[in-house]
């Protein structure tokens, strides 16, 4: 088992792919090909074995087809890779929004001010500020003229804050975790990962009228349960 986490497959210009293990192939189907129809199909198949290449139809355009490859590589090298929870977020956020836009950054720093609310709740500590923290998330987190204005005028600098502000952030809320006791905090993440991923419905995402993935009726909430022992 590998400690690294999954490597992207690479990509040249005639649409094929090839890992250690795996290889696929994206062309036209057969039908397309009659018909001078844009629908692709993707021939796949593990190295090194006596095994015939299977063949997965009906992608409209090749970026799905790439996005199938990858889900259908991810799951069979999961056996021989160590899940790497970090990795797993950042591919989630690049199926959801491939080309993100400054009212795509603003909801999801809603998003991130709105998880510090609930950190709060759960303290029981809905006091002080906590009501002007609540009312910037959803400042944010609504696309208002205030947030968006600086969303869209982010220096150089403030860029390399707000990614070292993001990585104490993820140091920090861990940190939480583990002193909080009997918290198995990778156990925990994958199980919310887990749960996101139950957000796509044939490996896409649907969004409401705010750009926020919407949860379909394949969606199941984490259970976190397992992951924290109970008290004494």
Same mark, same amino acid.
């Given at each position: 088992?590998?400690?690294?986490?999954?490597?992207?497959?690479?990509?040249?210009?005639?649409?094929?792919?090839?890992?250690?293990?795996?290889?696929?192939?994206?062309?036209?189907?057969?039908?397309?090909?009659? %018909?001078? @129809?844009? +629908?692709?199909? !993707? $021939?796949?198949?593990?190295?090194?074995?006596?095994?015939?290449?299977?063949? #997965?139809?009906?992608?409209?355009?090749?970026?799905?087809?790439?996005?199938?490859?990858?889900?259908?590589? %991810?799951? @069979?090298? +999961?056996?021989? !890779? $160590?899940?790497?929870?970090?990795?797993?977020?950042?591919?989630?956020?690049? #199926?959801?929004?491939?080309?993100?836009?400054?009212?795509?950054?603003?909801?999801?720093?809603g998003?991130?001010?709105?998880?510090?609310?609930?950190?709060?709740?759960?303290?029981?500590?809905?006091?002080?500020?906590?009501?002007?923290?609540?009312?910037?998330?959803?400042?944010?987190?609504?696309?208002?003229?205030?947030?968006?204005?600086?969303?869209r005028?982010?220096?150089?600098?403030?860029r390399i804050?707000?990614?070292?502000?993001?990585?104490?952030?993820?140091?920090?809320?861990?940190g939480?975790?583990?002193?909080?006791?009997?918290?198995?905090?990778?156990?925990?993440?994958?199980?919310?990962?887990?749960?996101?991923?139950?957000?796509?419905v044939?490996?896409?995402?649907?969004?409401?009228?705010?750009?926020?993935?919407?949860?379909?009726?394949?969606?199941?909430?984490?259970?976190?349960?397992?992951?924290?022992?109970?008290?004494?």
């Amino acid at each position: 088992m590998s400690n690294l986490p999954l490597q992207p497959l690479r990509w040249n210009s005639q649409n094929h792919a090839r890992s250690a293990f795996h290889e696929y192939l994206i062309r036209k189907d057969g039908e397309a090909r009659k %018909n001078s @129809k844009s +629908q692709y199909e !993707v $021939v796949y198949g593990r190295l090194n074995t006596q095994q015939s290449y299977d063949v #997965a139809t009906g992608f409209a355009t090749i970026e799905d087809a790439k996005t199938w490859c990858w889900n259908h590589y %991810n799951e @069979k090298m +999961q056996p021989y !890779v $160590v899940p790497d929870s970090i990795a797993d977020i950042a591919n989630w956020f690049k #199926a959801a929004k491939p080309e993100p836009t400054d009212e795509d950054l603003s909801v999801q720093i809603g998003c991130c001010l709105e998880e510090v609310c609930e950190l709060l709740e759960g303290l029981g500590a809905q006091t002080g500020h906590y009501r002007e923290l609540t009312d910037l998330a959803n400042e944010f987190k609504y696309k208002g003229e205030w947030a968006l204005k600086r969303v869209r005028n982010l220096t150089y600098q403030q860029r390399i804050d707000i990614v070292d502000a993001c990585c104490d952030i993820n140091v920090t809320s861990v940190g939480v975790m583990k002193l909080l006791g009997g918290v198995d905090v990778l156990g925990a993440q994958r199980e919310v990962v887990r749960s996101n991923n139950s957000k796509m419905v044939d490996d896409k995402f649907i969004f409401d009228d705010n750009g926020k993935i919407m949860k379909p009726d394949s969606y199941s909430k984490p259970d976190l349960t397992p992951f924290v022992k109970q008290g004494e």
